[in-house]
């Protein structure tokens, strides 16, 4: 019988994590501070350890996987890839379509390939605790786990919305020993001058960031951990992309197109930064980041230099940007929320060698549905987003006849997620208008800076 | 490095199930209709189809595993199996603990195995819908996904009170396309029946087989699935253990003690059996079922005749029983709370083959939280009494010294589960006292059979 699952051996687990600014035609640009000059790595080491920092600014190819990481990544690595063969039959497209399932780790989803790295390198920098924030949660349930397995104690500042709107995934924090805050908390400085100007304020993702990195800050014994956005945390991930390769060398198959889901840039960079190093190399391979209409970072956002964070405290990052004060309508994808992308993303879709689309909330939950009902697991949100391209894609070859190989990283399972799936089948799901007023606003907002690009 | 995680290819699924019924040293006491006589399988024509009466009478030791069976258990068989060697380390043993972890299929535990195979055969049939039952909503949704994947419509009656307060469970059934009916309903006449008599009527498993039998039992093109108890079942789920068995092969080792967790005995028929045939043939091995102390039918029934639903519609089934009309105390673990045992695992047990003991609920939780954080993996509430069991075998291994191989089934994950763990984290579970009140009575009301053996 025609294979189905390509699984890897333990000891296939990739040693090295690859690090794509070594293909890359240009350096990186660098973060800004608030005097417009580039930051020294140094003044992060407040809040990151030394290992994070070095690799924050590397160019070197391959950056060693720690033995203790790999043991942990055992727990759920190496994921198996998939030819989704019920859903090209659905489809009736003589398009090969292939996933990999980062659903099946403990949290639920892709977060802990770098949760687990990060908690490893500040464990060994003799750090004791560790504060972060989330929003709906995932990111928390990563770095939960992943402090847990190293002895450290894990802060996690959550959104007040989704503290009181999520229970379990508070309760899933809990289980593994985290400490969950609801944000804007009474125990920092920034959430206490919040709840003095609005003592009903529900949080944002942006409040709870100022919490954990002034609680970080503050503490000797604390640092900060940030689950997307910055190079170390798409390096980790680049797990994801290296199995997939040594899995399409098993089946002698290689992808034309590479599609993940794209919101702070980890799982995009992780699924498709190691096919871009065959890409850079002169190998044919489109590599697509899908993003929500709602927030369209990469297809509609400047190529600017912009804060991280909503409040404006992290370093400027160059990045494709709708401002860092804008706040996307609430769509259930709340992984993909966000104002900018990695900047390593951004740089590379700058010079023309990624492609992104964006795609309305309604479609994505039709694409995941049919997958559900194809292939059996039920999707996250985000990774719905990356299902719709693969299916347009496969669609597409149904009409010209190309029996194109289309690959996507599922990057979660939906099952904290059913209630956004119950009120689709209910016709109670709107694609939210593309919010052009609110990211006019943003964007006339962005930060004044002497190298900043003509936008 | 040591191994963590034995792996199966995809081809190394098995290719036949193994029937105990080969290996027991009598025959199994055959059910009986409402004469006190042995029923005729072909009675159950009318809401099972030939291959699953005939699967639920065979001797044959192995029956073969029909490919489009094999090709959907591809979607997530082979399961790992782990060497649990940070839960050994934080016990202190000289134990070594594996497991196997069925919670990575698309509905997150171990039924499917049965359901995928159910919905094939009756698709074979020409049958066209299924109907079943449901209570926390575990096997619905494993059926609803089993169903959709042979294009068969299922109905799921869902215990009101489950379906008011699970609705993610709900929408999970209704992704997969499954039609998901409070029990209660207006639709059969047990349904109405019930509704007359109480029209505030929150439902129970009894009523939800009632009319999910009755509802099969009236159409043509319906048939009737059950998780659970049949022969048929517990022989689906031996893919677990007979993975687990060529696992233990490619590492050297073999357990000492197989320990699962037991409600209607599929999880522990699926886990155990495999290990039985080495028994049979004069291998040392423990076989340890854990059942929860609130419902304790091995542990504290009666060996008898008795009704497999609590109403009194099913043929008499010859089991440790606790009385059809028992109702459990409302324990976490729901897949757990059933008044009786499947007939098979009943019978070794009565036969002194196999062991079984009853633990309190606050213990599980102690132990699944033990497991979550050192393993990573956050089980079911149901699985926790197995891992209960496995913590207290290596515990005694670290006072003897003996280095025993334990073997557990981790039968799923707990991501629907997070308010039960709440509870537990905040002190307020309780352990249910012994209900014996409530088993006398039970007890003193089991069906006057001719044949009823002893008490």
Redesign the interface.
């Known amino acids: 019988?025609a294979?189905?699952?390509i699984?890897l051996?333990?000891s296939e687990i990739p040693e090295s994590w690859y690090n794509v600014v070594a293909d890359m035609p240009n350096a990186p640009a660098p973060p800004l501070g608030p005097d417009g000059k580039p930051v020294n790595p140094q003044a992060l080491s407040a809040i990151f350890p030394g290992p994070l920092i070095e690799q924050e600014v590397s160019s070197q190819r391959w950056i060693p996987i720690p033995?203790p990481v790999?043991?942990?990544y055992?727990?759920?690595r190496p994921t198996p890839l998939?030819r989704a063969r019920?859903l090209e039959q659905a489809l009736g497209t003589p398009a090969k379509i292939y996933y990999k399932y980062e659903g099946?780790s403990?949290p639920?989803s892709h977060k802990p390939n770098t949760a687990v790295a990060q908690a490893y390198f500040n464990h060994l920098a003799g750090v004791r605790r560790l504060a972060t924030e989330t929003g709906a949660g995932q990111w928390g349930s990563a770095l939960a786990?992943a402090g847990?397995?190293f002895g450290l104690e894990v802060s996690v500042y959550m959104v007040r919305v989704s503290y009181e709107q999520k229970?379990?995934?508070?309760?899933?924090m809990?289980?593994?020993?985290a400490r969950v805050i609801p944000s804007p908390s009474a125990e920092t400085k920034a959430g206490l001058s919040v709840r003095e100007r609005d003592p009903n304020s529900t949080g944002s993702l942006g409040i709870a960031i100022s919490e954990a990195v002034e609680e970080a800050a503050s503490r000797s014994d604390t640092n900060y951990s940030l689950g997307s956005v910055l190079n170390h945390v798409l390096l980790h991930q680049t797990v994801i992309g290296l199995e997939a390769k040594k899995q399409f060398a098993k089946v002698g198959d290689y992808p034309d197109v590479v599609v993940a889901c794209c919101g702070g840039g980890s799982n995009f960079g992780g699924s498709a930064f190691p096919f871009f190093a065959d890409k850079a190399a002169g190998r044919q391979v489109r590599l697509v980041a899908v993003e929500p209409e709602s927030c369209p970072s990469l297809t509609r956002g400047h190529y600017a230099y912009d804060f991280g964070d909503s409040v404006g405290l992290t370093p400027l990052l160059l990045m494709y940007t709708l401002g860092h004060r804008f706040v996307p309508p609430p769509i259930h994808a709340g992984g993909l929320r966000y104002h900018g992308d990695a900047p390593l993303v951004c740089q590379l879709y700058h010079e023309g060698l990624i492609e992104a689309v964006a795609v309305p909330q309604r479609a994505t939950f039709e694409a995941g549905?049919l997958f559900?009902?194809t292939?059996?697991?039920?999707p996250a949100p985000e990774t719905n987003h990356a299902i719709r391209v693969a299916i347009d894609e496969a669609r597409a070859c149904a009409k010209t006849g190309e029996p194109k190989t289309i690959f996507f990283n599922c990057s979660g399972h939906g099952?904290?997620d059913?209630?956004a799936?119950?009120r689709y089948?209910a016709g109670e799901l709107e694609d939210a208008p593309y919010p052009e007023e609110a990211i006019r606003a943003a964007l006339a907002d962005l930060p004044k800076v002497a190298s900043q690009p003509p936008g």
């Open positions: 019988m294979v189905t699952k699984l051996d333990e033995e790999r043991e942990i055992r727990l759920w998939y019920r099946g403990p639920g786990m847990r397995m229970p379990t995934r508070r309760s899933m809990e289980s593994w020993g549905l559900a009902r292939e059996g697991i039920i099952h904290f059913l209630t799936y119950d089948l």
